[in-house]
């Protein structure tokens, strides 16, 4: 079986010892390296190179979200693969929007249960964004308070606006209701609230592969790379809630 590899940066040493502890109860999941600041993270993160990093926010010598800019910058330089999900204690706009504009791929408050950040984890690696529903409901906050502007500014990674295309070709945040069947709807308020795909279909009682043909379906419609733009598109346009 091929594990998780994953790499924990958090100088609270309580903390970082919880996490680990909480991640090799599951064997798919392997614990490949530990730092307490961004300088030393960095080093093992191109050393080690991990499937995930998970990333505090509040490092003592370097935000986590530069960081996490780092990181992503040298994934482009130097083919460094590695996810990056951001733990913290804030839960402020600033601090969320930042995050997502650095690249980060998912992003979890600290009080998290440890089944869902395993879970977190897992959704993160299969290359999806697990976003907390406090942290999805900052977002809408965001989208309801700032309408979209046609000069707004594109993330690296992921967009506030989800505008990962030209201008030319960029769709309007404005998106007809009809467009999307009643459970798509339903699948897409879910994804918003960063349930996974097997959380989605227990909640719907359907299967996990109708649930995949489902978010496949979504993203399509609404012109999306992944999950993340499809949920920052749907709250900016209404479509969810």
């Known amino acids: 079986m091929t594990k998780i590899r994953v790499a924990l940066i958090e100088d609270h040493d309580l903390t970082r010892v919880g996490i680990r502890t909480a991640l090799l109860q599951k064997q798919e999941i392997e614990v490949v390296g530990e730092a307490t600041n961004a300088v030393e993270g960095l080093k093992m993160l191109k050393t080690v190179?991990?499937?995930?990093?998970?990333?505090?926010?509040?490092?003592?010598?370097?935000?986590?979200?530069?960081?996490?800019?780092?990181?992503?910058?040298?994934?482009?330089g130097e083919e460094l693969a590695t996810k990056v999900l951001i733990l913290t204690l804030r839960d402020n706009k600033e601090a969320v929007l930042a995050a997502f504009a650095a690249g980060a791929d998912s992003y979890c408050m600290k009080d998290i249960r440890f089944d869902n950040l395993l879970e977190a984890v897992r959704v993160t690696y299969n290359g999806n964004a697990w976003i907390d529903p406090a942290i999805a409901r900052i977002v809408l906050q965001q989208a309801q308070q700032n309408p979209p502007k046609p000069e707004a500014t594109t993330l690296d990674n992921k967009s506030v606006d989800s505008n990962s295309r030209s201008a030319e070709n960029q769709p309007d945040d404005t998106i007809d209701p009809y467009?999307?069947?009643?459970?798509?709807?339903?699948?897409?308020?879910?994804?918003?609230?960063?349930?996974?795909n097997a959380v989605i279909a227990e909640r719907l009682y359907i299967t996990v592969g109708t649930v995949?043909?489902?978010?496949?379906?979504?993203?399509?419609?609404?012109?999306?790379?992944?999950?993340?733009?499809?949920?920052?598109?749907?709250?900016?346009?209404?479509?969810?809630?």
């Open 179 to 196: 467009t999307l069947t009643e459970r798509e709807l339903e699948v897409l308020q879910l994804i918003v609230e960063g349930c996974s």
């Open 212 to 241: 995949k043909t489902h978010v496949r379906n979504i993203l399509n419609k609404l012109c999306a790379d992944d999950r993340t733009q499809a949920a920052v598109r749907a709250l900016r346009s209404g479509l969810v809630g």
């Open 49 to 76: 190179q991990p499937d995930i990093a998970i990333v505090d926010i509040g490092l003592p010598d370097k935000d986590g979200i530069e960081l996490t800019r780092e990181v992503k910058s040298t994934a482009h």
